[in-house]
T-cell receptor, first 115, second 112 residues
Framework: NAGVMQNPRHLVRRRGQEARLRCSPM?????VYWYRQLPEEGLKFMVY????????ESGMPKERFSAEFPKEGPSILRIQQVVRGDSAAYFC?????????????FGPGTRLTVT | QKEVEQNSGPLSVPEGAIASLNCTYS??????FFWYRQYSGKSPELIMS????GDKEDGRFTAQLNKASQYVSLLIRDSQPSDSATYLC????????????FGTGTRLQVTL
């Protein structure tokens, strides 16, 4: 019973390139969340998606960041024209439901380094 | 005022002792409360969830919730060196606010 899967685990991009991070939720889970952990900082919510819908993107930067969760395939977090400040660990989590306790399980993360 | 507050530590306890980790939150509408463990360079691992006032026990772990005081705690009995990690407190809001709001974490060190 596979957990949340993320790839790639490590991603190096030069400034100005695009980064694509992928997340496959746990089997049976239809709720996907993306979080970012900057060096020496706490985890911050970015976006919450269900299949084909963005439910809450209140934590997403207004520019360069986008997310999708298509009907088929993994959820994708896209960062266009990356800058050094985007270097962070990006974690995806999934949950089975949203009613309490709404337990979210995290994937191993993608560590993005912008050079 | 931070939404979820934790003492950053480090909290140092000897092996076999009880470790007590505390967390306060500001949103009275918060519904569910979680404790995650995060080893350095790894992803958060869910340890406990609680959403009713009182205690919830799971093995060596006990979560305590007091909504009136806006306070949640985690007790770890018979602490082991492998428990040394950062413990993150997280809460969800009311209604459809499913996102987790995290504290900055408490670093626990279990000494031999």
């Amino acid at each position: 019973n596979a957990g949340v899967m993320q790839n790639p685990r490590h991603l190096v991009r030069r400034r100005g390139q695009e980064a694509r991070l992928r997340c496959s939720p746990m089997k049976g889970h239809s709720h996907v969340y993306w979080y970012r952990q900057l060096p020496e900082e706490g985890l911050k919510f970015m976006v919450y998606l269900q299949k084909e819908n963005i439910i809450d993107e209140s934590g997403m930067p207004k520019e360069r960041f986008s997310a999708e969760f298509p009907k088929e395939g993994p959820s994708i977090l896209r960062i266009q024209q990356v800058v050094r400040g985007d270097s962070a660990a990006y974690f995806c989590a999934s949950s089975l439901r949203t009613t309490p306790p709404n337990e979210q399980y995290f994937g191993p993360g993608t560590r993005l380094t912008v050079t | 005022q931070k939404e979820v507050e934790q003492n950053s530590g480090p909290l140092s306890v000897p092996e076999g002792a009880i470790a007590s980790l505390n967390c306060t939150y500001s949103d009275r509408g918060s519904q569910s409360f979680f404790w995650y463990r995060q080893y350095s360079g790894k992803s958060p691992e869910l340890i406990m969830s609680i959403y009713s006032n009182g205690d919830k026990e799971d093995g060596r772990f006990t979560a305590q919730l007091n909504k009136a005081s806006q306070y949640v705690s985690l007790l770890i009995r018979d602490s082991q060196p492998s428990d040394s990690a950062t413990y993150l407190c997280a809460v969800t809001g009311d209604g459809t606010a499913s996102k987790l709001t995290f504290g900055t974490g408490t670093r626990l060190q279990v000494t031999l």
